[in-house]
């Protein structure tokens, strides 16, 4: 359980991101930001640290995992990372691309840094989906990237987040409402949903 003034790492891609370094808080405008003001709201004030930027793949994460992580030595670590390790198969194979099992590789890494080194508890958020649509490529690819997820997050005890799981539930639904901008960025709707979820898997 979270304890009084805890301090709380949020380190991603850009859904993590999502323009905290123009905002004067450096919250951003995402789920970071709605997680923070519910917390807020219940006279919570624990300290949330948005480290997402746009872009990164799990090896991305490895290269500033000490300055951004370790170094500041959180009480709790949530990660959301995988929609850039998959999505550059799709838009980008010209670079050299992260496949599941070096993902999980270089995760691992990054799980057991936290835990050696801090005494945070650790978050892992399933990457949510490319392409608001159940049968997409990318989703498809998606797959053995959240397998792996639950597979560390067993091995280190860590919390899953099922963002994922409830993103396609709700697609599912046939809704109109969007849940992103262009298939992976988040409208306000998919921020609550993930924000929602979130909150919902650690507060039980």
Known sequence: MLQPKDKIIFIG??????????????????YVRLIRDYYYTQGKE?????KGIGGNRVDDL?????SDVISLQPDWVSISIGINDVWRQLDRLDIEQIYPDR?????????????????????????????EDIHSEGNQLL?????????LAKKCGAIVVPTHKVFLTFLKRKSDVA????????????NMLMAQTWLDTIER
């Not at 490895?62 to 000490?66: L, Q």
């Not at 993902?103 to 392409?131: C, G, R």
């Not at 797959?143 to 597979?151: M, S, T």
Request: hydrophobic share 35%; proline share 3%; aromatic share 6%.
């Open 179 to 190: 849940l992103t901008t262009d298939g992976v960025h988040m409208t306000s709707v998919g």
């Open 103 to 131: 993902f999980e590789q270089i995760y691992s890494d990054l799980l057991e840094q936290v835990q050696t080194k801090t005494k945070a508890n650790l978050i892992l958020m399933e990457p949510t989906i490319i392409e």
């Open 62 to 66: 490895a290269s500033r995992w000490e």
């Open 46 to 50: 624990y300290t949330i640290i948005n």
């Open 143 to 151: 797959v053995p990237y959240v397998k792996a997820i639950h597979h």
């Open 13 to 30: 891609d850009s859904i993590t991101d999502c323009g905290r370094r123009e905002d004067k808080e450096g919250i951003g405008d995402g």
